[in-house]
C-alpha cells in the first residue's frame, strides 16, 4: 500500500514539475510584449500589397515597437510563421493606447 502511494505522488510531481519547466521556458518570450497583453483591437482589412509588418508599422509610434506588434498580429491571427497574409483577410491587431503614432490636426 505504501508503494503505491510513494509512485502516485513521484508521477504527480513530476507532472507538476513538467508544467512549471513548460510555463517558465514559455513566459519570458511574451512578458516584455504588452501588444500580446492587450484587450483593445483595431480590425483591418488587408489590401492587396499589405504585408504584416506594413500593417504593424501604421499602429505604431516608435520604429522599436514594430517587430513587437508584428510578433503579436501574426500570434492573435493564427498566421504561419512568416506572417503571410492575402488580400481581403481580416486581422485584429492589437493596440496600446501610449503607443498609437499622433495624427496630425487638420
Known sequence: MMRKRKKKTGKRLARLLLIVLVAAMVSPFHLGNGYLRSNDF???????????????????AKSEDVDELVEAIIEVNGLPADGSLRAGQSLRVPILKDRLPKLAEK
Open 42 to 60: 483595431a480590425t483591418v482589412q488587408v489590401a492587396r500589397k499589405d504585408n504584416v509588418w506594413t500593417i504593424a508599422s501604421r499602429y505604431t
